[in-house]
């Protein structure tokens, strides 16, 4: 793995005439030499509009081969903010205000009420025009000037941009460095063995950390490819993985499941595809999906744990094994620890808050000294997530510490319980939540979808938890909904979905 420590570098590396940019479309691949000059094009377009090194770009862009080289390339020479296109236009200014935008890109033609929320704060709006090839783009509009910090960016500007998706509090700017970001490429590259011959399909939305990172970012950094889908579709993934024929994909625990449901129908296509791995990141993947995964693609699965702060992997199951379902493994960039709240360092075997300090973490939130008082000590940044390693050092979370359920005292992790329901043979989804209660603080509750053309009742289900949980763990209140509500990245939300079912006290 090359020493780089900025975009432009690791962009340097990949073999010039091999594939880097690919799309599903049919369209004629952009190679890496390619990809290098659209870099060198586009921070020379945006050096000439007074856009340079420090300077953020929002870019609300579809899913697709121009949102992957349109970060790449802005990153090389400005500051990335990539946003979710399905925005409404308050949310567009409220975000390209907070991050100060200098410009706003977009699709030529697009109609996005980014638009509207650009001319309301004085933002310029760059077009992007598609080329012929996959991801090659020109940029048209904006107006002449010059960047105060012109050329390439190094390695301690910043590379990208992100909020953190709070569930109440006002989002968190996170601000990652160009030597935040290719730490982390260099490490996914290492923890999944990435070479010039892989080619990873990207089903991930690429406002999101896990898709930027992962998927493109890692894959380049190795000198492989990525191939972009225009976003995540559970009925066109197997087509996808038969034209293309991609090494191994990354996704959420809900697209893998979704993708596990079909799977039975598409044993053709499974049977004659390459796939050298799969890898899951950004919420619990559980451990019989894990395994049914594994049997049904005859590839290793590598659950990995990731999140925005640490320009996304912290630790990851090893690809050559063990690989510990319900576990996600081993540290795989960055320091990890276990920590009491007095800030005291627990030995291996005692539960706590997971801590992490390392390259590929932020430096702070952006003018937030306040979070950033909460978020380090001694040194390390601390996640929200309680854990404890295990005899081999693999790393179980045993939930975010917001997300615990309180039920008169008793903490109840939410992932264990998922963890048991998960483990019925009628059960395709399980995810468990708090519900208010007037004496006891919280009442545990799970909402749940079964597997197609199956059957359960609520008894039923609890009667199979109780065989392998405390009493106190087991839901007082099973759901059976058709779908769990997602966020935007697919995420499952757990955090006021009582409210959401209609169970609130």
């Known amino acids: 793995m090359l020493p780089y420590s900025t975009v432009a570098e690791l962009l340097a ?19 890496h030499a390619g990809l290098r000059s659209l870099a060198e094009r586009t921070v020379t377009a945006l050096n000439a509009r007074g856009i340079g090194r420090g300077d953020r770009v929002a870019i609300v862009l579809p899913n697709g081969p121009e949102m992957a080289s349109c970060f ?22 409220f975000y390209m205000e907070d991050v100060k935008s200098r410009a706003l890109i977009v699709a030529q033609g697009a109609a996005t009420p980014a638009r509207a929320a650009a001319a309301k704060l004085g933002i310029p709006v760059l077009e992007l025009v598609p080329g012929e090839k996959a991801g090659d783009f020109t940029l048209e509009g904006g107006t002449a000037g010059t960047a105060a910090l012109p050329g390439l960016a190094e390695t301690d500007d910043v590379a990208l941009v992100l909020h953190t998706s709070g569930t109440t509090a006002r989002p968190k700017i996170v601000p990652l460095t160009h030597g935040n970001i290719t730490a982390s490429a260099r490490h996914i590259g290492a923890t999944l063995a990435l070479s010039p011959e892989d080619c990873c399909l990207n089903i991930m939305p690429l406002f999101h950390i896990h898709g930027l990172i992962a998927a493109v970012l890692a894959s380049l950094g190795a000198g492989g490819a990525v191939c972009c889908t225009p976003g995540f579709d559970a ?49 619990s993947l559980p451990g019989p999906v894990m395994q049914a995964l594994e049997a049904t693609f005859r590839a290793p699965l590598v659950e990995s744990y990731g999140m925005t702060e640490a320009s996304h992997q912290m630790a990851s199951n090893p690809l050559a094994g063990p690989r510990k379902p319900g576990l996600v493994g081993l540290p795989a960039g960055p320091e990890i620890a276990i920590m009491d709240d007095d800030g005291a360092i627990l030995p291996r075997g005692a539960i706590g808050e997971v801590v992490i300090r ?12 306040e979070a950033n008082a909460k978020a380090f000590i001694n040194g390390w940044f601390r996640t929200g997530d309680q854990g404890v390693f295990d005899e081999d050092g693999y790393l179980r979370l045993t939930g975010r510490l917001k997300e615990l359920i ?41 909402a749940v979808v ?8 609520e008894r039923e289900l609890r009667d199979f938890a109780a065989k392998h949980l405390a009493d106190f763990k087991v839901p007082r209140k099973v759901v059976f909904v058709p779908e769990i509500p997602k966020g935007a990245t697919g995420k499952l939300q757990r955090i006021g979905l009582a409210e959401k079912l209609g169970l609130s006290a």
């Open 13 to 31: 590396a990949g073999p010039a005439e091999a594939p880097a940019i690919r799309a599903t479309e049919g369209r004629p691949s952009l190679s």
């Open 72 to 93: 790449l390339a802005v990153a090389c020479g400005a500051t990335t903010a990539p946003l979710n296109p399905a925005y409404r236009e308050d949310e567009f200014a």
């Open 235 to 283: 009925l066109k993934f197997f087509r996808w993985l038969d034209e293309e024929r991609p090494s191994w994909y990354t996704a959420v625990p809900t697209m893998h499941q979704a993708i596990l449901a079909r799977a039975e129908r598409n044993a053709e296509i499974i049977a004659r595809a390459p796939l050298r791995l799969l890898r899951s990141s950004s919420a």
């Open 358 to 369: 390392g390259p590929n973490v932020t430096k702070g939130y952006e003018a937030n000294p």
């Open 406 to 446: 309180n039920r008169g005292g008793e903490k109840v992790s939410p992932l264990e319980v998922d963890g048991v329901l998960s483990a019925h043979p009628a059960v395709a989804q399980a995810l468990t939540f708090a519900i208010p209660h007037p004496k006891l603080g919280e009442e545990v509750g799970a």
């Open 450 to 457: 079964l597997r197609e053309g199956m059957q359960l009742s």
